[in-house]
């Protein structure tokens, strides 16, 4: 049976890249929640995973590297009952979108982020990526990135984000239901999934994944932010599933303007009343 | 120097004083925070609500406290809409502010302060902290300088103690009281040195300005931008662009506006670009350093082919330069920013009327042609006031080009002249894709490079000559028969009419461009029955001179530029163009 | 289609092939991944060790895997540099790879492949996949496709064993044996190939190119760059911009480089001037996007007077556009980027000579000048390469310009010609203060309006003199007494010659800039000398000839521009300026 | 007695303003350490905050709003044996400059970064910083901010800091040993220094401070990463001092190619040998 979503065309990803499970993944998370194709918006940075919208049949915004959040942010502020949903790479959100990163998750828009990481920049060809672990050797850290990674979760839990996730392509049924609760959820959503760069990526590997996470078990409080921040600091093996969940912050598009009286009426539906302007001109007099 | 002087009285002879034709120009200069502001706030206010015309100006240090501020006031029976060097009333509020303006200071001068603090001898003594305390706090010499201001140009008493009364209401009776006290003594002094003619400088008689507008540039471009159907507005505070923002968040609520400060200027031009693909109508107001900032995103606006229109308020560069104050200098950052091929659309309005309705227009010229608008303002545009009668807000309104989407829809369907129907996700059963890199009518990715790709970049190319169509017109002041023609844009507008109306030069004419890019195709034509063109730009090579001389293929050599910060005056005008200059203007450097 | 074809035969009657006057085109086309790269590495290798003058250059899409990449070979007797359309041997390696490239098959044209996969009649089959499996791994289809073409081009079987065995050594023993069997039955059939005269293609007598240098544009670059003294090279990855990054961090441990991937594009633009202020001397290596980021960065090295180099590999916009094709089209955007007026200096290598010796000028410029110099290449140049024996190694050489300090030293002294002697921290007993605000002479922020502050500005403006008579001399190719004047910058370069050659007509010539800004002042006269200026570019306005136009006053209407994101071919150069084009070249949009 | 860092000339903050404050222990702090004036280097970005190198008679770098954190580890680069303090602004460094906050973090070059949190855009009169409190009103949030400010230190620790601490210009003795404390720490030392804006932020003042913040004792380990970010996630009142030490991480400069051998001399100062191109152009033959 075929997926509502699903947009066959020639993909320009690697035979086996991990890319193709998590569209699987996205695409099955979409159906089930029989989300209206019209209303759901993707927004993409550039990437190989930022390609991701290319390959559905959704609208979409595919913008700059770097640059999927601020205009995921600008769209709920036009139309607040569009559901939202950005997919992009580990390079594109940490590396050069570092900074909306921190910010989209303060302000707080309810949009779903989800990122390939594969730790390494996959279209310009192996570098390392702000997630690469350390040691691995790439044409431009030739003796080995000298850093730790970042670690996306911890970060964002220390931002107090609204939904922290970890998933992984090799979990296809979790990560699946993660997205779902992603995307349910009110507030921003991160859901960082580990995926295999094939080609550029020797380190971690499909089977690397496999072989080192594993699912959090319901004992985890998801609402304890200190707990939440232990567990984000777990390594080898690495924790999949839901880390923390804050829904009591406010919501960006919400506290606009247009929106605070809960009238949710998208931008280009409302037109101003005739005396406002005259109204304003006068007050200058 | 004396102790102690009688009030009113300078320590020499008397300093009689002339009307001035063009009325009377007032400068108030102080420290940051020593309330300047509100002086000058007070008496535009009383004075235009009096009848007279009024205009302000301020200068400021890139301070919060301290330094020297200045303020210049004109007040006249006629409409008075510029900078001039000439200062008929001088009130420098300490010694600091006086050494700043002192050789602005000529015969006709009149220097009112407190001579304890002044190192010049002609001072009128008023001093304004002693009265005020006489009053019970010495910060309402604020209120004695306006009320001394207010009896020299002989406005009514009425108007000052109403607007005293209205300004410090909601502070409870006991500041009315002595706020109208000390504007009263003020007041006083101010009708006697007027009596003895020691400062005769009545603006002349008064007309009626009670119900023009009395808006800032800022004011004027926030408002039409609303006219023309604003409802989003994203920023990154910046000097001078904050003021249209700021102006913006506080009609956020009343207006339905969706207003966010943003992390950065890449975040908030990205913001803008979102909300349009969405159907909103985005505002961004910036200036040079944050639009440097911008410049990816505008090329992501030209291959998307979204609209979004940028505020973009000059300042001095390069990098944080002079950051509080003007300078004409971002012409060519607006036009060349971004990589790639695509039309843009660059307004740069005049006066408060232009202001409004170019703000305005920007959205629908931004929705219809689906390219970026610049309004381009400085420093000086957007922090000058004056009283005005020419805005109508029905000359505005917005209107929309958005389409209602079909099943495969294509979001770059190739038309004649190049644009696409825009639709809006959810706005009709289509999808919509937008598209950073090269693509195909739908959206999608393509380097189908002699197919559809090049299509694309002809498609785009195309829309060139709908945009260069509808430019709008230079406007022509002065006889139609000019040998001379004066050529400028922007915040130069009313101090080059005001300078050719001292001129009274038969021969020469101003042509105003309240676009300046495209190129409207009528500029050629005018500037070619002139013998000799004169571009006046407050800028330091002339960066419309060389766009105006490569699009009409005239040469404009003669060039009045100013660069040091601060705007052109009336009287460095009429000097220059006395002058007729030559090429002394400087040599042009190609690029800024 | 037949399923089994005799190897080395095509179905229909045998095709003759010429042996081509400039020597033979290969193109070989396949999926990304399929090891085109490897195959044209082989070719090259092996055909310059054997004496032959060879070149290459590869196009393909923005993607790893997949897709349709080719690369192009031309060997011949003499050198050979630039790309042609003719296919003397076309070598699809599958079905889309046809697709793609069928329609500049021609009658000469021999196609070289597996006949099972291509919907092609006249193909001659050599089924490189099924010969490969027979020694083991269809992996060595590759080498059985080198060595095929070898035997073709009568290159010699020792330098290609010796080859395969250099590359494969690391593998072990099997696999070379295996490889060699693989080459050798290519070669056999090559050779059979030849024999016969099915395709008989040699380049023609062999030269001496053992001692010359196989070098990409980005090596020439990088090297370049090191021998101008670079010690730092910071980036953030970005097509095609990231080959010079690459071989920087290569050479860091050897040549003792601070190399550092920052986090974005304004990180590296600031970690630059950074490493520039505490007497590094750093290289930033980006494309248009990326460069747009640098905008602000730019204008911070205007006002602190910084030296900075910037290699800026051009791909086509806007935006993302088509990230992995070539394109001449920020020129523009590296003339404006920046706020407020300061010089810069815009080099543009045409060939790997120029390549090398610019990159390492440009660092000593850079110092000299205290400006921002642009190397500006594109994906076309920067993935090129060639043998040439022009590269002397001692034409270049560091040269520093910073001052050991004084106590009370001033960064920003004033001058007579606007230069102030550099200094660094800890490198004498000054201070150095770099200021982004408007400053003094220490490097002190101030507001002294018509004082310091406006002399500062001066002083960086008066800096355009010294820049503008440094500029390099544009250089003339052909007849000194032309008519016609072909003119061109970066990548264009040998393929115009090329082109003029062939063309043969006495009264054309070609000027050649090598830094096209500032315009160097000898333009003009050759210019004038004129009767019909052409512009060549590889863009869709033409920017250099708008820069040219603008100023020297010489209009250049003439343009030949392409802007598909393939580079010129020297044929469609030819037919172009037989034509003797006019103004069909395109409306000029103003901007880019 | 005068301290020889400072440099007399009018500044540009208002009368009371914690600039001042802050000045004088930073002034303090050097002299202390007896740091070589020449081989001292302040940079910093715009704004009231970063105008304090103005202030100081020491070489600086006073760059771009947002941008001081590059320029310093481009100074380490190109000469590791200078010191190097950052000093900004809570909008400088956390807003405009967050991506550089994140990934100099990461990088780690042996710098020292002051901010002077005042909790508000000082320069640009008072509009909401990432660190302004909630609910506070500004010009243009007109109705309060409606987001958490960001919480620098938790933010650190979340991406492994080498030396994360809180300082206070109310606390100036303390504050001055957290900052000689900083730079004598190899690798990145961040330290948030509370300070009152007078003029534009009436909710956190002198007093605020003082009467909100206390110091930690010595039973805080900082070399527990779990047990700072608790401490950093405390409020009302808000501890002060060094809140995480992690030294063993490698340091930016340290790792570059010129110095990986320990060979600390400044690029400047060297010169490469005669036949390195023409080695590396033969080996192009
Ligand atoms: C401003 C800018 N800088 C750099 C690039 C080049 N670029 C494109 S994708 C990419 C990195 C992609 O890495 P990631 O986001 O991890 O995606 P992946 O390809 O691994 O899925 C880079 C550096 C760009 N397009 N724009
Ligand atoms: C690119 C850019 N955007 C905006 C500005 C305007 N600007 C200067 S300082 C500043 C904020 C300063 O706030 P903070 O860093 O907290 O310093 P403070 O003045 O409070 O000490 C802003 C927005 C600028 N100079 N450059
Ligand atoms: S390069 Fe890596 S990430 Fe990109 S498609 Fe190939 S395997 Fe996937
Ligand atoms: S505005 Fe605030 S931060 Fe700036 S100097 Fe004044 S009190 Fe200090
Ligand atoms: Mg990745
Ligand atoms: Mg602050």
Redesign the interface.
């Known amino acids: 049976m075929d997926n509502i979503f699903d947009y066959k065309?020639d993909t320009?990803w690697c035979p086996g890249c991990g890319n193709f499970g998590l569209r699987k993944i996205v695409m099955s998370a979409l159906a089930e929640l029989e989300i209206k194709?019209?209303?759901l918006?993707f927004?993409s940075g550039?990437g190989q995973a930022a390609?991701a919208?290319?390959y559905l049949?959704?609208?979409?915004?595919?913008?700059?590297h770097g640059?999927s959040?601020?205009?995921?942010?600008?769209?709920?502020?036009?139309?607040p009952?569009?559901t939202v949903v950005v997919e992009s790479g580990d390079g594109d959100m940490y590396g050069e979108g570092g900074?909306?990163f921190?910010?989209a998750i303060r302000?707080n828009p309810d949009i779903t982020v989800i990122v390939h990481d594969n730790m390494v920049y996959g279209l310009t060809k192996g570098q390392a990526s702000p997630t690469t672990r350390k040691g691995m050797k790439t044409p431009i850290q030739v003796n080995g990135v000298f850093e730790e990674p970042i670690n996306p979760l911890a970060l964002a839990i220390s931002l107090d984000a609204s939904f922290v996730a970890r998933g992984s392509v090799g979990e296809m049924e979790k990560t699946k239901e993660i997205i779902k609760a992603a995307i349910k959820h009110r507030g921003f959503s991160l859901v960082d999934v580990f995926q295999a760069c094939v080609t550029f990526n020797k380190l971690n590997t499909h089977k690397w994944f496999k072989e080192n996470t594993y699912v959090i078990d319901e004992s985890h409080n998801p609402r304890d932010r200190q707990a939440a921040f232990s567990k984000a600091l777990e390594s080898s093996p690495w924790p999949l599933g839901v880390f923390y969940i804050n829904e009591n912050k406010p919501v960006?598009?919400e506290e606009?303007?247009?929106y605070?009286s809960g009238d949710r009426k998208?931008?280009?539906m409302?037109a101003?009343g005739e005396g406002?302007?005259?109204e304003?001109?006068s007050a200058?007099? | 120097m004396a102790k102690k002087k009688a009030v009113g009285k300078t320590g020499k002879k008397t300093a009689k004083k002339i009307i001035s034709p063009h009325g009377v120009s007032i400068v108030l200069a102080g420290e940051a925070?020593q309330g300047i502001q509100s002086i000058e706030t007070l008496l535009v206010n009383v004075l235009k609500k009096d009848g007279f015309h009024v205009f302000a100006t301020k200068e400021y240090?890139?301070?919060?406290?301290?330094?020297v501020n200045s303020t210049q006031l004109r007040v006249s029976q006629e409409p008075v809409r510029s900078y001039v060097d000439r200062m008929d009333i001088f009130i420098p509020l300490d010694g600091a502010a006086f050494e700043r303006y002192k050789n602005k200071i000529t015969k006709e001068t009149a220097v009112i302060g407190d001579k304890t603090k002044l190192a010049y001898e002609k001072t009128i003594n008023i001093p304004f902290n002693r009265i005020a305390s006489e009053f019970g706090n010495a910060l309402f010499s604020n209120t004695v300088a306006a009320g001394a201001v207010c009896g020299i140009l002989g406005g009514s008493e009425e108007a000052l103690y109403d607007y005293v009364k209205s300004v410090f209401a909601r502070k409870g009776d006991e500041i009315v009281k002595s706020n109208i006290g000390a504007a009263k003594s003020g007041y006083e002094i101010g009708r006697g040195l007027k009596a003895e003619k020691i400062v005769d400088a009545g603006p002349g008689k008064k007309t009626s300005t009670?119900?023009?507008?009395?808006?800032a540039g800022a004011?004027a471009v926030a408002?039409g931008a609303?006219?023309g159907?604003c409802?989003?507005c994203?920023a990154?505070?910046?000097?001078p662009s904050?003021g249209v923002?700021?102006a913006m968040?506080?009609?956020?609520?009343?207006?339905?506006?969706?207003?966010?400060?943003?992390?950065?200027e890449?975040?908030?031009?990205?913001?803008?670009?979102?909300?349009?693909?969405?159907?909103?109508?985005?505002l961004v107001s910036t200036s040079?350093?944050g639009?440097?900032?911008m410049?990816?995103?505008i090329?992501?606006a030209?291959?998307?082919e979204s609209p979004v229109v940028v505020h973009l308020a000059q300042r001095?560069?390069?990098?944080?330069?002079?950051?509080t104050?003007t300078e004409q200098?971002?012409l060519?950052?607006a036009?060349?920013?971004?990589?790639?091929?695509?039309?843009?659309i660059i307004l740069a309005p005049g006066d408060t009327k232009q202001a409004f309705e170019l703000s305005a227009g920007a959205f629908n010229l931004a929705d219809k042609y689906q390219v970026p608008v610049f309004v381009m303002t400085d420093q000086y545009f957007v922090d000058t006031y004056y009283d005005t009668v020419d805005?109508d807000?029905s000359k505005?309104e917005?209107v929309?080009h958005?389409t209602e989407t079909k099943e495969g829809y294509k979001r770059y369907a190739l038309t004649k002249d190049g644009f696409s129907p825009r639709g809006?996700?959810?706005?009709?059963?289509g999808?919509?894709?937008?598209?950073?890199?090269?693509h195909d009518e739908s959206?999608?990715?393509t380097?189908d490079?002699?197919g559809i790709?090049?299509k694309m970049?002809d498609k785009?190319?195309k829309k060139?000559?709908a945009v260069k169509k509808a430019a709008l017109p230079p406007v022509l002041t002065g006889p139609k028969n000019y040998t001379r023609l004066v050529v400028g844009w922007g915040s130069v507008y009313n101090t080059v009419i005001e300078a050719l109306g001292l001129l009274g030069d038969r021969n020469t004419a101003f042509l105003f461009f309240p676009q300046v890019?495209?190129?409207p195709i009528a500029a050629k034509k005018y500037l070619e029955k002139a013998k000799t063109v004169i571009a006046v730009e407050n800028?330091?090579?002339g960066q419309f001179a060389?766009?105006l001389?490569?699009?009409t293929?005239i040469?404009i050599s003669q060039r009045i530029l100013k660069?040091?910060?601060?705007p052109f005056s009336v009287e460095e005008l009429v000097r220059a163009l006395v002058k007729k200059p030559g090429k002394a203007a400087?040599?042009r450097?190609?690029?800024?």
């Open positions: 065309t320009a194709k019209e209303s918006v927004v550039i390609k919208p290319q049949d959704v609208n979409y915004f595919n913008g700059l640059r959040l601020p205009p995921a942010a600008g769209i709920k502020a036009a139309n009952n569009l900074n909306h921190i910010h302000r960006f598009e606009l303007a247009p605070a998208p931008l280009y409302r101003r406002l302007i005259k304003l001109l200058k007099k | 925070g240090m890139s301070r919060v406290r301290g330094g009670k119900e023009s507008l009395l808006l004011d408002i609303l006219a159907g409802d989003a994203f990154y505070p910046m000097t904050t923002f700021t968040a506080g009609y956020a609520s009343k207006a339905g506006i969706a207003v966010e400060q943003v992390e950065d890449i975040g908030v031009i990205n913001m803008a670009l979102g909300a349009w693909y969405a159907g909103g109508r985005a040079g350093g639009f440097a900032l410049t990816e995103g090329s992501l030209g291959i998307i001095p560069g390069p990098a944080t330069g002079l950051p104050r200098g971002d060519n950052l036009l060349y920013a971004g990589h790639g091929v695509f039309p843009r805005i807000a505005a917005p929309r958005i809006i996700p959810s706005f009709g059963s999808l919509v894709c937008a598209d950073s890199d090269e959206g999608r990715i380097e490079l002699d790709s090049k970049k785009r190319f060139f000559d890019y495209p190129v800028n330091q090579t060389d766009l001389s490569a699009d293929g040469n660069y040091n910060g601060m400087g040599k450097g190609k690029n800024g």
